[in-house]
Structure formats: C-alpha cells, structure tokens
C-alpha cells in the first residue's frame, strides 16, 4: 500500500532516486502535425534548413563562451598568484636577517603567517561560495556531467549559480596552492555552456512578464505576440529538449578539455571514449568547430598561437631527435612504468573511495546541515594550513635543494648527455627561466628547486620537470612526488572545486623522472630522463583514468613530439590494463559514491541466460485512454513513478504517458469536452459519487474506472497551430473545421484527425514534448473561467496567446524542485513537490472532469515481450538512451516496465542471484 504523498505529517523518506531523460522524441499528434515532412518551410540555406543552421551557431557560440571561461579564470589565477608573490616579497624583505638577507631566519614564522593566511582566506571564500550558494560546484563535475549523459537527470548541475561559483571557486583553489587544478571544472564549465544555450525559457518568461505589465512597451521592443524577440525565443524552443541539450554538452565537455590542454582533437576524443555515452558522426564537424574556437580564444589571449591551452606541456629535451626511435631495449622498461602507474592509479581510487565514501557517509550521518556545512569548512581550512606547511617546511628543512646558479660561460655544459653541447640552440636550464625559480632560503646565486615547484606556478613547473629531469636533484623528483600524492587523494573531494589532472601530471612527471635517472644510471646508460617523464605521466593518468586513445593523443598534441607515440601507447595500455585488474577509474568510482545510477554498454555473458520477465517492474499502474482527473490526482499522489502504460477498455496497450504531462494537463484545467452538458453530467455524478476517489488500478487488474463519458470538443486547432508556428493570424471566433481544400491526401488525413482535438489538447500537446513545461500557472487560466469552473464559450485571442506562450515558450524548465504552498481558497489546480516528486491537488469540482490522455500520450513507445532475452533489452535500451521501457505478455497487455533502475548491475545480481 503506497502512503500518500500529501498526507499532513509523512515519516521522513528515503531519498528519491534520480529520474531519466527522454533521449527518444514522444510521438504524438502534435509532434507529427508539426514534423517538417508536413511544413511547408523549404531549405534555402545550401540545402539545409534554419535549424541545421542554429545548431551550428550555438556550436560556435559554446566554443567561444568555453574559450572565454578559460581565458577569465588563466588571468585571474595568475593576478592572484602575483599578488601572492608580491607579498611573500614584502615579508621576506621585512623579516629577514640583516646580516645575510638572503637567509630566512628563526622568525621567519611571521612570513609563514602571511603565506598560510594568504592561501586560506582563498580558500575560505570559495568554500562558502560552494556551500551555501551552489553545492553542486563542488569537485571537478566530470562525474556529474558523465552521468547526466548516460541518460540520468543530476538536478542544479547547469544552473547560472553553478557556473559562477565554479568559475570563482576554481580560480581561488588553484591560487591558494591547494593540490588541485583547473582541468576538470573547465570540462564541467564547458558543459554548463553547452547546457545554458538549449534553456531559453527564461526569456519567454520575461517576455511574457513584459507583456503583461506593459504591452505598449512589449509591443515596441519586439516582444509582441508576433514581435521579434517573441518570434525568436519561440523558434529556439525546438531545442529544449533532452536530445539536442546532450549533443551540446558533449560539444562543450569536448571545448572545455580542448582548452584546458590545448588540444583540440585530444578534447573531441576525451568528450566521445570518456565523457559522452551518445555520440553521432554528424557532431564530429562541429564538435571539431567548437573545439577549435576554445584554443584559439587562449592564443588570442596570450598573442602567442603557438600557446593555447590553460596547460601546455612544451617540448621535451632528448638530444637526437632520431635514437629514441632506435632505442627498443627501452620497451621493458615502457611496460614496467606502466605497470607501475596501473598499481599506483589503482591504488589511489582505493584510498580515495575509502576516505570520500567515509567522509560523505559522516557528513550525511548529521542531522543539522548548518553543523555539516561547518565542518566542511573547518576540513577546507585544515587542508589548506596543512599543505601550506608542508609546502612551506620542506624547502627549509631540505639543504640539498638549493643549486648553484650556473654562470653564463658554463651554460653549454648543463645536462646529463654532450649532445647538448652539439647545439647552441639547445641550451637550456629550468630552474633559470624569467618565469620559474625562487631563491628561497637559499644563498646569493642560488635556486630552490623545491620552493621553485610549490612556490611557482604549476604550469611552469610541469613544463619545466618535463623538459629536462636531470636538471633536478632525484631527491627532489622523488619528494615532489610523495609529496603531492597524499594531498591530491585528501583534497580531491572536499567541499572547493578542484581536478586531478594537473597534480597527476606533476606526480607522474616527478616520478617518471626519478625513474628515468635511475634507469639512466644504473641500468641503461645513454637514455634521456625526458622521456620516462612522459611516460610516468602517461601511466599514472592511465591508471588513475582509464582513458587510453584520448590520454595518448592529448599528449602528443601538448608536446607536439610524436615520436614519443610508441611509447606512450605501449606505457597507457599496460597502465590501463592493471589498473583495471583492481577497480575502476576514478570518474567511476565517483559516479558510485555519489549513487548515480550509470549503465555501461556492456554486456555481461551471462545475460542471454536469463529473460526481461526476471528482472522487470511488475506492479505496473495503468491509465485509460480517457481518464477521471481525480483518479489521475490520486495516482499521481500515492505513487512515486514517472511514467504510465495507457490501456484501452480491454486492457491492450495503447501508448505511455509521463508524469509531468499529466501534471501539466491537471494544473491548466485542459479537460475533454467542458461544455455545459458536461458540467451538468459531472455535477450528477459528484452527487453520487463516493467522496474519495477510485483505487488506482494496476496493470493486472482490468476494471474500469468509475468516468463519465468522454466528449471531445470540435473547437478547431487551428488558432493554436498558428500561435506555435507563427503562420498568420486568426479569427477571434473561429470554430470551424480546418479548411481541407487544396491539400494533399497525406495532409488532408493529418489535419482532419487534428480537427477533433480541442485547443486546449492542443496547448497540452505543445507543453507535453520535451518534458519542460511552465513552472507556474499562467494568471489566464482564471480568465478563461467563469464561477462554475466552466470554460467560456467566447475565447479571446489574446488571452489563448498567453496560455500558449504560459505552454510553448517557458516549456524549457521542468518544475523546480521548490516547494509551493497550495491555498486552501484558490480557485486552480496547483502543482507542488513533495518529497522531490511532483504531485497535483485539484479543486473538488474538477475531480470529476475527464483528462484526454489519448490525445498527449507517446504512441510510438518501445517495447518487448517479456520472453525477450536480457541481453537484447538490455542493448535495446542503453543504445537509445530510453527511460521507459514497457513489456508485453503474448496477449498484448502490460505485463511490467523496465526503467535505469531495474538494469544497475547490482539490481540484477541481487534479483537474478548471479554473485
């Protein structure tokens, strides 16, 4: 028995789970009356149509807008790491020793001071900012946006707040000095991009705010009914679906990485192996587009093309360009790094699951989130004054990391190999650049390499380890390394937005190196440490992400060096391949903490063994094709599902309805046949009629519904279709027929089974396909009221242009998940969430109305017989992207429903008993 979910005082409930997207388009007559097949537009445009040219545009429009987040959070990380060095300047020439100012002394604790409570008051901000603005903004979103493309809908992902706070919170973690990077919130960036060009409904609102508060203005700014704006927002509303919003978040993922690495093609790459479950030969051109355009919007800021990304990795220092082609009995060696950073990757999502799986476990174990937020905070803090001490006492404690400055006549000699003496051209030393090297407690002519790599900019410090190894103490390398690793896995998963992919890259650039000297030196002489960092981070990105064609062209593309592709391969297959052995990537385990319920497109063996009846819903709630409204409301409020097999009177199944459909139906009043003889005829029965409403029937019970019969109003649809389509203006009385002359067969047959639909179906048509309808009542819904709750027979052309703006334009965003208090007076239905779903309270009259669900249904759902193989509905569904799935007996009749959650992995072990 379901508990009611508008019951006075409910026990508190589990949590809900996440519902699905519709990947698949609803068919139903509105959708068909609408399909281009059936329009007149003809493609002018090189053969394409408007549409094909709007996709392209918001492309190019995800592009540039990615590029500009990233080119706004570069510059802003490197103003407050300037002013961060500014200061530590200024402490360090306040309390330095006078007589040897290049030493800091004993209380060289003040500078301390001013460097730890610099890099918190970073931190502080940008985890208020998380917390109590957009919580979601918190880690680097790559779970997130994975799960939303798989087809799980991860609510306040892509909201506005998100975005600023994620572009705020990603630029004060990074200058904090906290082990984080930039990387993996710019994916997340780019998707919310990709996400916010596809919700135009804000506009319609707007629009229609003006409207009605000031038509002679609306009317001058081209907000009109027919004006320009309107007619704009109007046709973008064909984009507000689930469909088109996942192909431009696959594009901005994709601009987003590109950006962050300066690979273009590593980003397209990332965006279809690791990001996008979906992907289609037709998004290549413009995923290419967009990426391109991310690049090329950081060249542009750094007036250098050959510089376009937030982290290029620079060329690498190997002396002939030619021997390490040469060089096969290095291939062992490729393969045992790889191993190695397999077992290191593998490692750390281990330790990383164990200690974000507690720490998510505490927090939710508290019953007073004021309390959990501030403790996210005190945790935030204590990372931050934690890895200020580490990074700030080790280049004072560690002697042997301050170097001699070499003089300018001794450049030629630096590196490990004569070859660099060859070349003028390749000298080079790291530590000596304009833009790395501190000299922190260290001598006259002196650098610290340690301070240089945890003082200095991260960037410079990778392009610098990468470029030449050797020019660093192995005892540095290997600290950089066993440094960074255990803060990575502490601060990944706090409460700030943070990546993993540039402190990765610094471990396995450092211990690649470290690798690389030792190989150099006791094993294999002649060899360049360059390489093995190239390889080290190759492994330990492999084994820590799982990517594998994506990581190696990324590299390339950052290096610009293919030669390094043998290796490179050779080091991520074999880092892949371990690190698979023991769990899963990190994004994986990420999804699984946080309980999204992700579909692999793999098929297990042994699912041919089994059939759809084992593991599928089979307490199925069914709805006639005509139904009582307070039968519907009932459903809707005892029942937490999102989707309903429609039957007819013998039980055979006739479509599917969704659950914000029949709420949108409900809260606009559109019933079937509201003439006077109807209301007489509900008001006969409401006489009768006991005073709660029918049980809802389940698919395996086939008894009918206690409905009045059904009459259908011949208004015609015709006002309503040139309202959505714009194709002209109407009569303010015109009920006629549809005028059938001068058509052809197939649109003569279309229009006549439209003209039997009331405009009010009509509207709920319109509102019904892409699963965003009006989050509040337009105020004409009373208008067109009078006191008995029936619809006048005058209707107004203005007020059905409102109601259809109220249906069409705002049918961007879904109902909030805000909670509505419901007037006990009013006179309307009224939609509210409960609990996280979203129910509907009626009026007493309107119970007793009649919903055409026939009319809004889908009627071309899929479906299987329950005999189906597993494994075929199992392809079936996770090709299509599908959130309902019915399943038939041989008879034709519901016999269950399978939906993401019946295909978890565990759901059907657990059900089928398979360990």
């Not at 007036?303 to 030619?322: E, H, I, K, P, W």
């Not at 990372?383 to 450049?411: A, G, H, M, Q, R």
């Not at 029942?639 to 039980?651: A, I, K, Q, R």
């Not at 509907?840 to 119970?847: A, F, H, N, R, Y």
Request: net charge negative.
């Amino acid at each position: 028995m379901n508990t009611p979910l508008l019951s006075p005082s409910p026990p508190p409930p589990p949590p809900q789970p996440l519902e699905s997207l519709d990947f698949e388009p609803i068919i139903n007559a509105h959708t068909l009356h609408l399909h281009p097949a059936t329009s007149k537009q003809s493609k002018t445009l090189l053969g394409y149509s408007g549409r094909t040219f709007v996709r392209w545009v918001l492309t190019l429009i995800t592009g540039l807008l990615t590029g500009a987040a990233a080119v706004l959070i570069v510059y802003s990380i490197s103003k407050i790491s300037d002013l961060r060095e500014h200061a530590l300047t200024n402490a360090e020439t306040n309390y330095a020793d006078p007589s040897d100012p290049s030493i800091v002394p004993v209380s060289g604790w003040k500078i301390f001071l001013v460097f730890a409570s610099f890099n918190a008051s970073l931190c502080i901000v940008g985890s208020l900012l998380t917390l109590y603005v957009a919580p979601n903004a918190a880690g680097s979103g790559i779970p997130e946006v994975k799960a939303y493309l798989n087809g799980a809908r991860i609510p306040h992902v892509f909201t506005m707040s998100t975005f600023v706070v994620k572009t705020i919170g990603t630029v004060l973690a990074v200058s904090s000095g906290l082990c984080v990077g930039p990387e993996g919130p710019l994916v997340h960036l780019g998707a919310m991009v990709g996400a916010g060009l596809t919700r135009s409904g804000w506009a319609g609102r707007r629009i229609r705010n003006l409207r009605q508060s000031s038509p002679g203005a609306a009317n001058a700014l081209g907000c009109g009914t027919n004006g320009v704006f309107s007619r704009a927002v109007r046709y973008m509303s064909s984009f507000r679906n689930d469909l088109e919003r996942r192909d431009l978040i696959s594009i901005g993922v994709a601009s987003g990485f590109a950006a962050a690495f300066g690979a273009p093609l590593g980003g397209i790459l990332f965006s279809l192996e690791e990001a996008s479950t979906f992907w289609s030969s037709k998004m290549l051109w413009r995923t290419l587009i967009a990426t391109s355009t991310s690049t090329f919007c950081i060249a542009v800021y750094n007036n250098d093309l050959s510089r376009y990304g937030v982290l290029t990795l620079d060329t690498l220092q190997t002396g002939n360009d030619d021997i390490v082609l040469n060089r096969f009995a290095e291939i062992p060696y490729y393969f045992l790094i790889g191993g190695m950073g397999g077992l290191a990757g593998a490692l750390s999502n281990k330790c990383w699951k164990f200690s974000n799986g507690h720490r998510r476990r505490y927090y939710a174990s508290l019953r007073n989130p004021d309390l959990a937020n501030r403790l996210k905070l005190l945790e935030v803090v204590m990372l931050s004054l934690f890895t200020s001490i580490i990074t700030y006492s080790l280049p004072l404690l560690c002697k042997w990391t301050c170097v001699d400055n070499p003089s300018t006549e001794d450049d030629q000699g630096v590196g490990t190999d004569d070859t660099y003496s060859d070349d003028t051209d390749d000298m080079y030393h790291p530590l000596y650049t304009d833009t790395f090297g501190n000299r922190f407690n260290c001598g006259v002519n002196q650098t610290n390499e340690l301070a240089s790599i945890f003082f200095g900019s991260r960037e410079e410090a990778i392009k610098s380890i990468l470029k030449d190894p050797a020019a660093f103490d192995e005892r540095t390398l290997l600290l950089t390394g066993a440094v960074f690793f255990p803060l990575l896995l502490l601060t990944f998963g706090s409460a700030i937005p943070s990546g993993i992919f540039m402190p990765t890259i610094i471990i396995g650039a450092s211990l690649g190196g470290y690798m690389g000297i030792i190989i150099e030196r006791y094993a294999l002489s002649g060899v360049y440490p360059a390489t093995f960092a190239l390889v080290g981070v190759a492994a330990l990105l492999g084994g820590v992400q799982r990517s594998s064609v994506s990581l190696c062209v990324i590299l390339m593309e950052g290096t610009g060096e293919t030669k390094f592709l043998i290796p490179i391969v050779l080091t991520t297959i074999m880092a892949r391949y371990v690190g698979n052995m023991f769990n899963h990537g990190v994004y994986e385990i990420g999804m699984e903490l946080k309980n999204f319920p992700y579909l692999e497109h793999h098929v297990h063996h042994w699912y041919d063994l089994h059939t759809t009846k084992e593991i599928m819903t089979k307490d199925v709630v069914t709805l006639n094709e005509y139904e009582n409204a307070g039968t519907v409301e009932q459903i809707l409020n005892t029942t937490s599902h999102n989707g309903f097999p429609v039957v007819d009177d013998l039980g055979r199944f006739k479509g599917i309805i969704r659950r914000d459909q029949l709420v949108a139906l409900l809260e606009c009043r559109l019933f079937a046949g509201d003439k006077s003889g109807r209301r007489a005829a509900a008001k006969a029965q409401a006489a009768s009629a006991p005073q709660d409403p029918p049980e809802p029937r389940r698919a395996t019970s086939l008894s009918s519904y206690p409905t009045t019969t059904a009459s259908i109003s011949t208004t015609s649809a015709a006002s309503a279709a040139s309202n959505i389509d714009d194709a002209g203006s109407h009569d303010e009385e015109d009920t006629s027929l549809l005028d059938m002359s001068n058509m052809s067969d197939e649109s003569r047959l279309m229009k006549k089974s439209m003209s039997f639909i009331s405009d009010s179906t009509y509207i709920a048509l319109a509102a019904g396909n892409d699963c965003d309808f009006a989050r509040h009542r337009s105020k004409d819904v009373r208008a067109r009221s009078n006191s008995d709750g029936a619809s006048s027979p005058r209707r107004s052309h203005n007020r059905d242009s409102e109601l259809l703006d109220s249906a069409y334009l705002i049918k961007d965003d879904r109902y909030d998940d805000r909670i509505v208090q419901v007037n006990e007076d009013d006179d309307v239905a009224q939609a509210i969430r409960v609990d996280g779903m979203l129910v509907i309270k009626l009026t007493d009259e309107d119970k007793f109305k009649t919903v055409d669900i026939s009319s809004v249904m889908n009627v071309a759902p899929h479906v299987v017989l329950d005999s189906c193989p597993l494994s075929r509905m199992f392809r079936l569904f996770t090709t299509l992207g599908l959130r309902h799935l019915v399943v038939l007996n041989d008879t034709g009749r519901v016999a269950g429903i399978v939906t993401r959650c019946n295909l978890l992995e565990d759901v059907v072990k657990s059900k089928l008993h398979h360990t």
